[in-house]
C-alpha cells in the first residue's frame, strides 16, 4: 500500500479566517466537487506565501462563491490573501489518477491539470 495524491487545488487564494471556529477550512462546493473533495475529508494546506503547512478537514462553502476560508488553529499560520495549495490523499495498491483543478485570483476554475514537469511554472 501507498499513499498518493487524490486531490489538488492549485494556488487557491485565503478568502477570510477566524481562529475562534472549531477548525476546518471552508471551500467553494464547486472547487470541492471538480477536485472531487468529500465534505469532512482531510486535507494538507501548504501555504506558498509563508510555507507553513497543516492538516485539517473541508467544509463546503457556497457554490460560486470562491470561498477559501481557514477556521480554526491554522488560521494563525496564514493571512488572508496567501496562496496556498490544497491536497488530499488515498491509500492504494494501484496507481490513482488524481483530480487536480488550476484556480485564478478570485478562486475560480481554471483547468484541470495533468502532470507536469516540475520545472514548468502554471503561472
Same mark, same amino acid.
Given at each position: 500500500?501507498?499513499?498518493?495524491?487524490?486531490?489538488?487545488?492549485?494556488? !487557491?487564494?485565503?478568502?477570510?479566517? $477566524?481562529?475562534?471556529?472549531?477548525?476546518?477550512?471552508?471551500?467553494?462546493? =464547486?472547487?470541492?466537487?471538480? !477536485?472531487?473533495?468529500? $465534505?469532512?475529508?482531510?486535507?494538507?494546506?501548504?501555504?506558498?506565501?509563508?510555507?507553513?503547512?497543516? =492538516?485539517?478537514?473541508?467544509?463546503?462553502?457556497?457554490?460560486?462563491?470562491?470561498?477559501?476560508?481557514?477556521?480554526?488553529?491554522?488560521?494563525?499560520?496564514?493571512?488572508?490573501?496567501?496562496?496556498?495549495?490544497?491536497?488530499?490523499?488515498?491509500?492504494?495498491?494501484?496507481?490513482?489518477?488524481?483530480?487536480?483543478?488550476?484556480?485564478?485570483?478570485?478562486?475560480?476554475?481554471? =483547468?484541470?491539470? +495533468?502532470?507536469?514537469?516540475? +520545472?514548468?511554472?502554471?503561472?
Amino acid at each position: 500500500m501507498r499513499n498518493l495524491l487524490r486531490s489538488k487545488i492549485h494556488r !487557491a487564494y485565503i478568502t477570510s479566517t $477566524d481562529a475562534d471556529y472549531i477548525g476546518s477550512i471552508i471551500i467553494d462546493r =464547486e472547487l470541492m466537487d471538480r !477536485a472531487d473533495l468529500w $465534505d469532512y475529508e482531510k486535507v494538507l494546506i501548504c501555504d506558498v506565501t509563508n510555507g507553513n503547512r497543516w =492538516e485539517t478537514y473541508v467544509l463546503p462553502g457556497d457554490r460560486g462563491s470562491g470561498r477559501v476560508s481557514v477556521q480554526g488553529a491554522g488560521a494563525r499560520l496564514c493571512d488572508v490573501g496567501d496562496c496556498v495549495i490544497i491536497l488530499s490523499f488515498d491509500v492504494s495498491d494501484r496507481p490513482v489518477d488524481p483530480k487536480m483543478i488550476l484556480v485564478d485570483r478570485n478562486n475560480r476554475f481554471v =483547468e484541470y491539470l +495533468e502532470g507536469v514537469p516540475v +520545472e514548468e511554472p502554471v503561472h
